[in-house]
């Protein structure tokens, strides 16, 4: 197990995916050999897509 | 010497137990190879159209114009793939015959587009919603004020807080049937008399602000449904339930001298068999093909999730 400190970027990178976990539902991908963060997926779900498309507002 | 028989002689047990067993020698699991790191949106630079979209745009603004409905709004909700900086439309789902429309204001069919956008992202899951496009009747080539109060609260749920708008004109035919598009300001193309101005507006802005736009090569992807749009329309809440009801739907389109069909399998057990309906705009076929037969069925029920789970229903009557 690697415990060094997280660099900044791999720091931002894991506060981002941590913000979209929690706030957006968005999928953590984790390394399967040691849990380790390894990024986000870039698949978008139908509900978030579909949430969207019917919450589009009148236009004028 | 013969301490190095023994040790010989217990490695090979060992890989003979192993083989017999058929465990093998733990290997290390192959490192999978990592996934891009998160993006990091940041403010829209521009937006990408493949030029797939931006004919369907512009054709289906001009087909707009000669319809009977051309004094209404129409528009396209866009998807599509937001980088850390850009945009990029790969498809573009009508407003829809059955949308609310006025000289004044246009409410899309959002039914029609959602079963739509489930069709269409079978192909590629990373498609988004990144905004959308709607016309004016006169000559405002920015959105208004009212299109600001919705926009300004809907724009929250997009990635990167932020969404792709453009307001489509009628400029007047400068050039009558001019085939080439034409870009007078980064933010506006024109082509055959009708234009498209493209802006931005991210949550906390006070304001659209012009969003430079670009063309690549690429289709349409949702372009093969627009001919089938009536029928998505017609079946689209009941489509929508069976998509999330059953698995691995497929969905394909075909040409019929009556017109196209859209065309819904559904898989059974065994595999490979299945319920093939043919959506037509007048009618819906129903094919089932089971243990190497294929029998045309004709479920009592016009309605396709209820016809559907009859036809299902039966089936498994039939097996006991």
Redesign the interface.
């Known amino acids: 197990m690697d415990f060094r400190p997280l660099t900044e970027?791999e720091r931002?990178?894991l506060h981002?995916?941590l913000r979209?976990n929690a706030e957006q539902d968005r999928v953590i991908?984790m390394?399967?050999?040691d849990t380790s963060f390894?990024?986000?997926?870039?698949?978008?779900t139908?509900e978030?897509?579909?949430?969207?498309?019917?919450?589009?507002?009148?236009?004028? | 010497m013969l301490s190095s028989f023994v040790t010989s002689a217990r490695r090979i047990t060992d890989e003979f137990n192993r083989w017999l067993s058929g465990s093998r020698r733990p290997q290390p699991?192959p490192?999978?190879e990592?996934?891009?790191?998160?993006?990091?949106y940041k403010p829209l630079c521009r937006v990408v159209l493949t030029d797939g979209v931006g004919r369907s745009l512009f054709e289906g603004f001009a087909a707009h114009q000669e319809s009977a409905r051309s004094d209404e709004?129409t528009?396209w909700?866009l998807?599509g793939?937001r980088d850390e900086e850009e945009a990029l439309v790969l498809a573009t789902?009508p407003a829809g015959a059955e949308r609310?429309a006025g000289a004044?204001?246009?409410?899309?069919n959002?039914s029609g587009?959602?079963m739509a956008?489930?069709i269409v992202?079978r192909a590629d899951?990373?498609?988004?919603?990144l905004g959308?496009v709607?016309t004016h009747p006169g000559s405002l080539r920015h959105?208004?004020d009212?299109?600001f109060?919705?926009?300004s609260?809907?724009v929250g749920?997009?990635?990167g807080k932020e969404g792709v708008f453009a307001i489509g004109t009628v400029e007047g035919k400068s050039e009558a049937g001019a085939p080439i598009a034409s870009q007078p300001k980064p933010h506006m193309q024109c082509w055959n008399g009708l234009c498209l101005s493209w802006y931005a507006l991210g949550q906390g802005d006070a304001r659209y602000r012009p969003l430079p736009v670009n063309f690549t090569l690429g289709p349409d992807l949702a372009r093969p449904l627009h001919s089938v749009w009536s029928i998505v329309e017609k079946h689209a809440e009941r489509l929508d339930r069976l998509c999330r009801q059953q698995a691995d739907v497929r969905f394909e389109i075909v040409a019929r001298q009556t017109g196209s069909a859209l065309v819904m399998r559904v898989p059974l057990c065994p595999p490979g068999s299945e319920v093939k309906i043919i959506l037509h705009e007048k009618e819906e076929q129903y094919h089932v093909s089971l243990n190497g037969r294929t029998f045309v069925a004709k479920p009592e029920d016009d309605r396709v999730d209820r016809a559907l789970y009859l036809l299902l229903a039966e089936l498994a009557g039939q097996n006991g």
Do not use: N
């Open positions: 970027t931002r990178q981002t995916a979209g991908l390394d399967r050999r390894v990024g986000m997926t870039e698949e978008v139908d978030e897509v579909i949430s969207a498309i019917k919450s589009v507002p009148c236009h004028y | 699991l490192r999978a990592k996934p891009p790191p998160p993006k990091i709004e528009g909700v998807l793939v789902l609310d004044a204001h246009v409410l899309f959002s587009q959602a956008s489930r992202r899951r990373r498609l988004t919603m959308h709607h959105p208004s009212g299109d109060r919705g926009d609260q809907w749920q997009l990635r």
